[in-house]
């Protein structure tokens, strides 16, 4: 349901971030009031910043530094951790190997995805059986991954507690058989900058990444402080930007969240158009249910609000390998 919004807000959810495991928590004043602007922005945007997320500056910038260093080593050296489908979709891909809508996206990139072991989700996770393929070099790259990952599966459940009773549930709504063993994907993405040939020119560059929604339920994405390229669609078919807030994170919804909320929450159409000079980096991680789960809308009073349920079920693993089967050229 998103509106003709101009801008993307920015909240401050030290609040939340704070209070979010207390057992009272759906009490405190302050958390109702985050929890009054979570429930403002993903109605009208579905895309927001937050600030006051608690994850230290230095490791928000370290996941970005060591990509772009990955990004600037030779073809050959980043073809070692290639992704495959034998690899179960992770690892490294050049550009115009990840296709959205058809068109090939100006951008390389790294996918991670949580492991899967054999056999563990049956037939349906064996496409994305498989280990992580974690660069060499640098060689802390992985451990400072690890640890990036572990704080951001934190500080998303705690968005999505806060997120559960803005849509009018319980604080807990997206844990157990829903969230609780939630399924997370990361990518790590570069996209090269225009260059001109005799220097005057004003060079165009195609799309970095084209038009999508994410799949899950909660995305942060964590961008180049001094590079412009990100855009969100409104309702009035405007691209609106959504440019670098140093210290936040840009946060949006995904389809399994939209599902959840009966469509009271939009999972908003974004793209990615690096008209810089510079190379972008961008460390995206998104936050996703249960592997297996089945989504359809919460019985919640406000979802319920919203009209009889319009959103059919969907099995969160079958929407993504619904993508990943569908997102890269063939070789
Ligand atoms: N895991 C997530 N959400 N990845 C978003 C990738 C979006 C681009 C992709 N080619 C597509 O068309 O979906
Ligand atoms: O690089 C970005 O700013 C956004 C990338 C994105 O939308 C995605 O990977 O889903
Ligand atoms: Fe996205």
């Not at 759906?26 to 009054?36: C, Q, Y």
């Not at 990004?71 to 050959?76: K, N, R």
């Not at 507690?161 to 399924?183: K, V």
């Not at 309702?235 to 930007?241: C, F, K, T, V």
């Amino acid at each position: 349901m998103a509106t003709d919004f101009s801008s993307i807000p920015i909240i401050d959810i030290s609040s939340l971030v704070a209070k979010a495991d207390d057992p009272n928590m759906a009490e405190d004043p302050a958390v109702l009031e985050v929890v009054r602007q979570l429930d403002k922005v993903c109605t009208e945007a579905g895309f927001f910043y937050v600030k006051g997320h608690g994850i230290p500056d230095t490791l928000v910038k370290g996941v970005r530094d060591v990509t772009r260093r990955f990004f600037e080593l030779p073809y050959e050296e980043k073809a070692k951790i290639k992704m495959t489908a034998a690899t179960g979709f992770r690892g490294y891909e050049k550009i115009g190997e990840n296709i959205t809508q058809g068109v090939p996206d100006m951008h390389e990139a790294i996918d991670c995805y949580r492991e899967v072991t054999q056999g563990m989700y049956g037939d349906l996770g064996k496409v994305m059986e498989g280990n992580n393929q974690w660069p060499q070099n640098p060689p802390t790259f992985e451990v400072i991954m690890e640890k990036y990952i572990s704080l951001c599966t934190d500080l998303a459940r705690k968005i999505m507690r806060g997120i559960a009773l803005a849509i009018g549930g319980s604080p807990d709504e997206f844990e157990g058989q829903r969230a609780g063993d939630p399924f997370w994907v990361m990518r790590l993405l570069g996209y090269p900058g225009v260059s001109s040939e005799n220097g005057t020119n004003v060079m165009k560059n195609d799309i970095g990444c084209g038009a999508h929604t994410d799949y899950g339920l909660l995305t942060l994405l964590n961008q180049d402080d001094d590079i412009n390229a990100l855009q969100v669609k409104n309702l009035s078919g405007e691209w609106i930007s959504a440019p670098p807030v140093p210290g936040s994170f840009v946060c949006n919804i995904g389809d399994m969240l939209k599902i959840y909320s009966n469509g009271l929450y939009e999972s908003t159409l974004h793209r990615v158009i690096n008209n810089s000079s510079k190379y972008r980096v961008s460390v995206v991680y998104f936050y996703e249910t249960n592997f297996d789960t089945a989504v359809e809308p919460l019985d919640t009073h406000k979802t319920r609000a919203n009209g009889n349920k319009k959103f059919e079920r969907a099995v969160y693993g079958e929407h993504l390998i619904s993508k990943v089967l569908t997102n890269f050229v063939d070789e």
